[in-house]
């Protein structure tokens, strides 16, 4: 009953910007005690991880590969998680999905996508060299 909606993928050049958003709804998910994350998977590659924030938006993860150039934040009001991408590359291409933890009031941002309970269908991203 937990329903996780990524939009914001687009076809981008390099170097260029993007916001991603996940917005999160159901009767019995209460979005401001769980953290959440941001993974991708890339054609023919397994699903990694992006990026995590906790519940209350004071610890974040980030991959090697996007930190410095990605920003995971959340408003918690709106529901909505989001990722603001930077200087992107095309090795970056991929689907994109937001997912939320399984437990509640985490005070680390976890990376492993097995503590990770409700996911979206995922938004494409591509950038063209």
């Known amino acids: 009953q937990v329903q996780l909606v990524e939009s914001g993928g687009a076809l981008v050049q390099a170097g260029d910007s993007l916001r991603l958003s996940c917005a999160a709804s159901?009767?019995?998910?209460?979005?401001?005690?769980?953290?959440m994350a941001w993974f991708r998977q890339a054609p023919g590659k397994e699903r990694e991880s992006v990026a995590a924030?906790?519940?209350?938006?004071?610890?974040?993860y980030y991959a090697d590969s996007v930190k410095g150039r990605f920003t995971i934040s959340r408003d918690n009001p709106k529901n909505t998680v989001y990722l603001q991408m930077s200087s992107l590359k095309p090795e970056d291409t991929a689907v994109y999905y937001c997912a939320a933890d399984r437990s509640s009031f985490r005070s680390v941002p976890v990376a492993d996508s097995n503590e990770y309970n409700y996911w979206g269908q995922g938004t494409q991203v591509t950038v063209s060299s």
């Open positions: 159901g009767h019995t998910f209460i979005f401001p005690i769980y953290s």
């Open positions: 924030i906790t519940w209350n938006g004071r610890n974040t």
